[in-house]
């Protein structure tokens, strides 16, 4: 589903930095990220939670998220051609199989899951438990909702 007017990936400056730094790592293991989703406007959080309505997944528009902060990114892992690498489930799977602890599935999408966590994780973001693409730059605090 379309959220958006345009392709723009927009971040706070510090978590853009960090996101590099991910990029980098990931670029000398042959990898590289790709970004669904990072500042989230509140009013795309709204349309969301209509389709949603589910806090495991997404956070209320009234609470706002840390996607509604800038400090928030959605990703997966790409080769260096661009090809999508296999992983557990499809973005904005709102099932089991988004879990970071499932592991009902191939050894390669456990890989490469864990490997987009090594790289963001070593490069200042956290992972939350129902969403494998989430990060959330561990400095979230430090930015108000937009
Ligand atoms: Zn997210």
Known sequence: MKFYEDNRCLLRYGTAK??????????NLGFKLKV????????????MWEFVKD???????WRGSIHNRGAAVDLTLVD???NDLEMPSDFD????RAKINYNCCSIESI?????LAEAMIKNGFRRIKSEWWHFNDEEFEKY???
């Open 55 to 61: 806090e495991d997944f997404i956070a209320p528009p």
């Open 80 to 82: 260096l051609k661009g």
């Open 111 to 115: 890989k490469n899951r864990e490997l």
């Open 144 to 146: 108000d909702i937009l």
């Open 18 to 27: 960090k996101l590099i730094r991910a990029n980098e790592y990931l670029l």
């Open 93 to 96: 799977d709102f099932s089991e």
């Open 36 to 47: 669904w989703d990072a500042y989230r406007p509140l009013s795309v959080q709204k349309i």
